[in-house]
């Protein structure tokens, strides 16, 4: 069965980095667009960026746009996001997901997401 699993996420200080990694295994994603989502507390689920497997145009949130970047390694079959200049209000657990449309995965209607990597930023 599909799986995605995130690791990376930790305690960062604010204008610090971090690069989340995303696993995907269990079926062929060539034709799919992965993305991240995150959830910070007491907040709902919030699109973060999204790009198609194999390539092509990403799509970001006005909030992490020129900060985040979503990029994939075939052989490793891993999706990122490096996340530079980090913010206190970044905190949230963050979400690997994938869908065969990536109209989808920003709109949060999706049909497989991870089970969620921390990232705290302090102050």
């Known amino acids: 069965q599909a799986q995605l699993v995130e690791s990376g996420g930790g305690l960062v200080q604010a204008g610090g980095s971090l690069r989340l990694s995303c696993l995907a295994s269990?079926?062929?994603?060539?034709?799919?667009?992965m993305g991240w989502f995150r959830q910070a507390p007491g907040k709902e689920r919030e699109f973060v960026a999204a790009m198609w497997w194999s390539g092509g145009s990403t799509y970001y949130a006005d909030s992490v746009k020129g900060r985040f970047a979503i990029s994939r390694d075939w052989a490793k079959n891993t999706v990122y996001l490096q996340m530079n200049s980090l913010k206190p209000e970044d905190t949230a657990i963050y979400y690997c997901?994938?869908?065969?449309?990536?109209?989808?995965?920003?709109?949060?209607?999706?049909?497989?997401w991870g089970q969620g990597t921390q990232v705290t930023v302090s102050s």
């Open positions: 269990g079926r062929t994603f060539s034709t799919y667009a």
């Open positions: 997901t994938a869908d065969a449309s990536i109209e989808s995965i920003r709109r949060g209607v999706i049909t497989y």
